[in-house]
């Protein structure tokens, strides 16, 4: 990055903040991109500390993630507040695909200029979404967003890791097809603040409830934080008892020094990420052609590969 | 792992490489937990290099994945091949989920001894799917299974790296909703070595054909392997042109030295997943609590964090 680049990306990160959506959208291009000098910008909007709610959106897909996003923006539009969308979910209206019916359902809020709507495709990148992922939260919070919702597909490991960093991780499940344990298997539920059965007017949603309730019996929340289980019909607004639990999550998150603990925890997650990206791509580099050719043809197991690979890398220069 | 265990590891292998469903599963359980000892079993099994021919099948939720796969599972069972199914989709009625109709097609295969159906799940294990998963084909391929289908969804970088490693990877599209361009987005049409229009029965198959054909000819696939577009009706059992495809396919990895190149790619996803694991074990152990606190308070910016973190790795014993 030359030094012009680095004045605009001052310049940008001033225009984000007093909330122009191109600066903000251009930021979160620089993050998905792993712009160098990036860390400059991170710099410079570190000094803001985080202040938005940060809720994840996660559940398998048809459970209604983006009609209940949507929802959402609606429920806390209402309220005055300024809302992000992050929507880390290739099969998400948010990020263009999905049925009509949805899509117009999110135009209402795309004409609303106190929303924003991003989707991340985050390919490549150094550390993955586990990565960009924060930055661009932390970004939406520079921007004075007061409610970023982050939109993820309850499949693949860091797209549920992600969700489970955020301060609210809201579990979305559907009547039916044994949901529970389904994302119980999937490792879902256990990243959950707070676990919602959308289409709730649909049969099965009591033995639904009564399914995953049982589950949570059977664990216990380190932080003392009480998982509610709630109901919802996302396409029909009636979201007010999901609402509920969020409202009383962020004020459990206000009291003792809970929020700090969670957003440590973020950081961690962001850090080891960004860290671990970089390791990796050091390690693809480094690793000797015979090497894979010898796990290849079995001549050595991979684990003793792996070490092989990290002693070398350990003894590098 | 005690010394008993090992005696037992190796009988394990030595049951499993007689093709007992009972040992495989056992020892893909192993590597799904990543049991220590591991390793030995790994070299014993390393000794014979892979001899089937590994087919990854992914696309987005509702293309037809698991009927894809299914019907794959009929056609070399009618060739009299024996065939491994490794599932790493908890939406697949593989994992034990999704719709009446695809869990009646599947049990007509749970019974056969030639078809040996696993799915994982894979969470936390070191170097995740993308290390767990070579290491299931490994196993089913000393247990003697000529072909082994990799079903994995097409959301999540690992969950598409892992297909896209695969002595084939077929990816499957559905007719409408701009689905090659979803796919595009999501990252998956580049692993595939086939691509799929199911559903071909629909309005709009002509157009997505058209349409992914346009993308493919924007690119170019660096081994010389020309991609095809087939269409297929996998819930009918139309796939003929499909299994052409990929015998077309299984032929030109014979020539010249494509398969051990494929194999090779292959072992070194699964070297640098293992050994990225460890590292990422390693920092997250190793991060300090107060840089994790100085990133969520903003006071320093997670690149430099990341920087120090790696530096302190460096530094140590």
Not at 215 to 221: A, D, E, R, Y
Request: aromatic fraction near 2%; glycine fraction near 12%; charged fraction near 25%.
């Amino acid at each position: 990055m030359s030094s012009a680049d680095l004045t605009d990306a001052r310049s940008l990160v001033d225009r984000a903040r007093q909330g122009e959506p191109r600066a903000v959208a251009r930021l979160i291009s620089w993050v998905e991109d792993g712009s160098p000098g990036l860390a400059e910008v991170m710099a410079a909007l570190g000094a803001a500390p985080g202040t938005a709610y940060v809720i994840g959106v996660t559940g398998a897909p048809g459970v209604g993630k983006s009609t209940t996003t949507s929802a959402l923006v609606g429920a806390y539009r209402a309220r005055g507040k300024r809302v992000g969308v992050i929507a880390v979910d290739p099969t998400s209206p948010f990020s263009g695909g999905a049925l009509l019916g949805d899509r117009i359902r999110m135009q209402q809020h795309s004409t609303d200029a106190g929303v924003f709507i991003r989707s991340m495709a985050s390919r490549g990148h150094l550390g993955g979404i586990a990565a960009s992922t924060p930055q661009a939260i932390r970004i939406l919070e520079a921007a004075g967003f007061d409610v970023v919702l982050v939109e993820t597909v309850g499949v693949g490991q860091s797209e549920v890791e992600v969700a489970g960093t955020a301060d609210a991780t809201v579990v979305l499940l559907a009547p039916g097809m044994g949901d529970g344990i389904q994302a119980a298997k999937a490792g879902i539920l256990e990243v959950g603040d707070i676990l919602c059965v959308n289409k709730a007017d649909r049969d099965g949603a009591d033995a639904t409830v009564r399914e995953v309730r049982h589950m949570l019996s059977l664990g216990s929340s380190p932080d003392g934080w009480q998982v509610p289980v709630v109901t919802s019909v996302a396409a029909r607004g009636e979201i007010d008892d999901l609402v509920a639990a969020l409202d009383a999550r962020q004020a459990w998150l206000g009291e003792d020094d809970h929020l700090r603990q969670r957003r440590r925890l973020r950081a961690e997650a962001e850090i080891v990420a960004l860290a671990t990206g970089r390791v990796r791509q050091r390690l693809a580099q480094a690793l000797p052609p015979e090497l894979a050719d010898d796990v290849a043809s079995g001549r050595i197991d991979p684990y003793s590969a792996a070490d092989r690979l990290l002693a070398d890398d350990r003894m590098a220069p």
